[in-house]
């Protein structure tokens, strides 16, 4: 049966740091959207070009773009177990157009990360990523040990172009528009799993990593679409 993993929240609610701490606790492979554009744009491929001016805008990249690239990722063999999806869906017609891609029997659970906006503009205004492994880090909250270096690997660390501010602003205002609306959309399939996103890292890992525990104890039929 394959497993599938959403965690849904706003933009900087800690989906990437949670997701690749998961995926790890639980050997699924972690499939974020955000980060297959961000290759795309770093290689230079049309996708990624087209895909750069929305995601600098603070804009959502088109549904039919974001499906196609997602389709053909968890077409990968890795992903024919189970993945853990990290930024993706964000629009009711791409969480329909998943659901009808499922096969039915698929164990589904989704974690929605609950961060107010006023922590989501102080995190994003700190958050640092690495170009050369991804890591994320925080100037406040998990300062490298040297400015602008990557504990994890000694990368460069930069802010992203859409953690600016104004950018913030716009993907916030994004969010409350196009995605909060799949928290209602999962809470009726009976898949849906709060987590309070607004404590720190561990404590979020803590309870994501027991929810997810208990979730595949349960199993039942009311687990799964
Ligand atoms: P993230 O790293 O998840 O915050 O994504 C960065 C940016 O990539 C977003 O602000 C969007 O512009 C774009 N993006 C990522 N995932 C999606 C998606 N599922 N639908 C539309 N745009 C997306």
């Known amino acids: 049966m394959v497993f599938v993993v959403i965690l849904l929240g706003a933009p900087g609610a800690g989906k990437g740091t949670q997701a690749e701490r998961l995926a790890q606790r639980s050997s699924l492979p972690h499939v974020s959207t955000g980060d ?14 087209t895909a750069k001016t929305y995601m600098e805008a603070g804009n959502l990249v088109p549904d039919e773009i974001v499906l196609g690239m997602l389709f053909d990722r968890v077409a990968q063999p890795d992903c024919h177990e189970g993945y853990l999806l990290d930024g993706f869906p964000r629009t009711l017609p791409q969480a329909e157009a998943f659901d009808s891609k499922l096969d039915a029997g698929t164990n589904l659970v989704v974690f929605n990360l ?22 994320i ?5 998990s300062p490298p040990k ?4 990557c504990d994890r690997c000694g990368g460069e660390l930069h802010q992203r172009a859409d953690d600016r501010p104004e950018v913030v602003r716009e993907r916030l205002s ?44 349960e199993g039942g039929p009311e687990a799964r679409v």
């Open 137 to 141: 880090q925080h100037a406040e909250f």
């Open 114 to 135: 609950a961060v107010s906006d006023a922590t989501i503009v102080k995190r994003a205004a700190g958050r640092l990523l690495c170009k050369a492994c991804g890591n």
């Open 36 to 49: 297959l554009f961000r290759a795309n744009l770093s290689e230079g491929t049309e996708l990624g070009k």
């Open 174 to 217: 994004v969010y409350h528009a196009e995605t909060a609306p799949l928290v209602r959309h999962y809470e009726n399939k009976g898949v849906l799993v709060s987590i309070d996103g607004e404590r720190a890292p561990d404590e979020v890992f803590q309870d994501l990593d027991s929810r997810l525990e208990e979730h595949c104890q």
């Open 146 to 149: 040297k400015d602008g270096v």
